[in-house]
């Protein structure tokens, strides 16, 4: 079945760093790939989406590509702030009435 | 902006009682959705629920779980015999495309 794996956390950082959460996915056909972040205390928000090979998906400073070659859609923000420190989902959707989430990065920012 | 809307926040129960968790998703949306997160681990999906019917469920979504969409606007979970394994954060979502989802703040259910 479909499947994402995300690297592990937390994720540590400084303000103003540069920030990569990898995350790659195994799905049949040609699957729609998401970020959704949960903030402390509160319930997950759509962050960015690809839906197709080489798509970039942007929002909020917030970037990733759909790689096929490589099944993977990895995050990255240039500079973070205190204020991004939360949880990073990543996950797949195939078509089917369903996502498919990785297990969550925490990331940390410090001021 | 619309939201989804999720009651209790927090509910606290006896191992075996039945627990009902509602639901008030968007109100233009199609889909609706059950995911439950246990501390600490994935979101997981249960259940969607499309044209009064499921659509697709998990494994998790077992005969001890139903869903129903009683009237216009609510969408409940009901958990017949509680385990102490169903002790998670329950979260409802709608969506109006594939996958972009709108969750609600999620009810945390205690099993004692």
């Known amino acids: 079945g479909d499947s994402v794996t995300q690297m592990e956390g937390p994720v540590t950082l400084s303000e103003e760093a540069f920030l990569t959460i990898n995350c790659t996915y195994t799905?049949?056909?040609?699957?729609?790939l998401f970020w959704y972040v949960q903030y402390p205390g509160e319930g997950l928000q759509l962050l960015l989406k690809a839906t197709k090979a080489d798509d970039k998906g942007s929002n909020k400073g917030f970037e990733a590509t759909y790689r096929k070659e490589t099944t993977s859609f990895h995050l990255e923000k240039g500079s973070v702030q205190v204020s991004d420190s939360a949880v990073y989902f990543c996950?797949?959707?195939?078509?089917?009435?369903?996502?498919?989430f990785g297990t969550g990065t925490r990331l940390l920012v410090s001021p | 902006e619309p939201e989804v809307t999720q009651t209790p926040s927090h509910q606290v129960t006896q191992m075996g009682q039945e627990v009902i968790l509602r639901c008030v998703p968007i109100s233009n949306h199609l889909y609706f959705y059950w995911y439950r997160q246990i501390l600490g681990q994935k979101v997981e999906f249960l259940v969607s629920f499309y044209n009064n019917e499921i659509s697709e469920k998990s494994e998790i979504f077992d005969d001890q779980f139903s869903v129903e969409r009683p009237d216009g606007s609510n969408f409940t979970l009901k958990i017949r015999s509680t385990k102490l394994e169903d002790s998670a954060m329950y979260f409802c979502?709608?969506?109006?495309?594939?996958?972009?989802?709108?969750f609600g703040e999620g009810s945390r259910l205690t099993v004692l």
């Open positions: 996950a797949v959707n195939t078509g089917f009435q369903k996502l498919v």
């Open positions: 799905a049949t056909g040609y699957p729609s």
């Open positions: 979502a709608s969506d109006a495309l594939p996958g972009e989802l709108f």
